[in-house]
């Protein structure tokens, strides 16, 4: 007998009514009915059928939201993935060497100087980032210049813009999947994409699937993530009362061991992130990635002194492009004292995203049986 095609209707009951939808965009940008207008955005951007009946049932929406986990055996086989924190190569503790990146960038801004290295050396026409666009909000956009993709580097929050001239929205997720459906009307090739893990897991299920346009992406540098946070009133003034502080002083947020605040006097302030779960996104405390595990390099702050990037490198086409950035002079490895240091730091490193990967799947567990 064939197998029912699981359609949006089985994401309404499996994910959306149960507070799983992470607002990624992705069944919407990517439904195969899509010019027939069969789901719509509410203006929270949760999904919805805006006619069923135009629904083709292929199953696409199902098969890449981030939170089925139908098709996970597939990608961790043509991954080649392994416990506990995905295939890798090695990790490194690494900075960039230019001094106007590391002026903006949130830890050692590994990241923006890899996307400048592709550029340069034309082997991508662009980048998916996510641009500033205000305190705690962030805008996906394909940046195309040198100067576009600095100016998207860090978590440095200009705080000129005001709650209400952005809708009243605060998020630290950026969408940027709708970003990935525009590159085939915009004729474009070879993009890299920076992106969370639930971001870059939809991307492979879409390369796994074969699933246009997918196949125009050609590097993935994922960033760690043990969760995002939407600032909603509640959330700010949660955040207000434990920190008795103005929302408005902060000028930027970063997560390494804990939750670190600046503010616009200089203080910075660590909340353990146990505590901070009370405002994150609760499709978040659903996910089950934090090291970004099917990235070509993975980021993040975790285990790394302040200003450089932990950096995981995952694919042959990661190794090569963090060989030859560092050959070239963009990125700059830390300097340890001697073979036994290194190797010390490094099994720390590992220990640390280890053990962060396995707080995230045993909170999604919990939260998944709730
Ligand atoms: C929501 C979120 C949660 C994170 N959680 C952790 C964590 O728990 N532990 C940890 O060690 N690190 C975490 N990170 C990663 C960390 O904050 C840094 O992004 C990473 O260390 C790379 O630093 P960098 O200086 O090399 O990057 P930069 O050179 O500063 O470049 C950062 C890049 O990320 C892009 N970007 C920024 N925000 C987003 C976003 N919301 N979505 C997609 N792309 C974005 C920028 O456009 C830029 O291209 C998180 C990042 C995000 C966005």
């Known amino acids: 007998m064939e197998e029912e095609v699981k359609t949006f209707k089985d994401l ?80 490194s503790s690494a900075r960039t060497k230019d001094p106007k990146v590391r002026g903006v960038c949130t830890d050692g801004g590994v990241v923006t100087s890899l996307l400048l290295y592709l550029l340069d050396h034309n082997l991508i026409e662009g980048a998916i980032v996510s641009k500033k666009k205000g305190p705690f909000v962030r805008e996906p956009t394909i940046a195309f210049t040198r100067e576009e993709i600095v100016s998207a580097a860090g978590s440095q929050y200009s705080g000129s813009s005001h709650l209400e001239e952005l809708g009243g929205k605060y998020s630290t997720y950026s969408p940027i999947l709708p970003e990935v459906k525009s590159l085939e009307q915009k004729y474009l090739r070879n993009i890299a994409v920076v992106g969370t893990p639930c971001q870059i897991n939809t991307i492979k299920k879409m390369q796994c699937l074969g699933i246009l346009p997918a196949h125009l992406i050609e590097y993935t540098i994922g960033l760690f993530c043990i969760e995002s946070f939407s600032f909603d009133d509640l959330a700010r003034k949660w955040l207000e009362k434990r920190l008795a502080i103005d929302f408005d002083d902060i000028i930027k947020i970063n997560i390494k061991d804990d939750f670190i605040v600046t503010l616009n006097n200089g203080k910075t302030i660590h909340i353990p992130l146990e505590e901070v779960d009370a405002v994150a996104r609760p499709s978040c405390l659903a996910c089950r990635d934090f090291s970004n595990e099917y990235a070509d390099i993975s980021a993040g702050g975790l285990g790394s002194l302040d200003g450089y990037t932990t950096t995981v490198i995952r694919t042959d086409k990661g190794a090569n492009l963090f060989r030859n950035a560092l050959q070239q002079g963009y990125i700059e490895e830390v300097e340890y004292r001697d073979a036994d240091e290194r190797k010390n730091e490094k099994t720390k490193m590992v220990a640390k995203i280890v053990s962060f990967s396995t707080r995230k799947r045993i909170r999604a567990e919990q939260r998944l049986r709730e």
């Open 12 to 91: 309404q009951t499996e994910v959306i009514d149960r507070n799983l939808c992470g607002k990624c965009g992705g069944c919407y940008s990517f439904c195969s009915a899509g010019e027939l207008h069969a789901l719509e955005m509410e203006e929270d951007g949760v999904p919805k059928y805006s006619d069923e009946e135009k629904c083709l049932k292929c199953g696409i929406c199902y098969l890449i939201c981030p939170q089925i986990n139908v098709l996970n055996q597939d990608l961790k086989d043509s991954f080649g993935w392994k416990p506990p924190i995905g295939r890798y190569q090695r990790v």
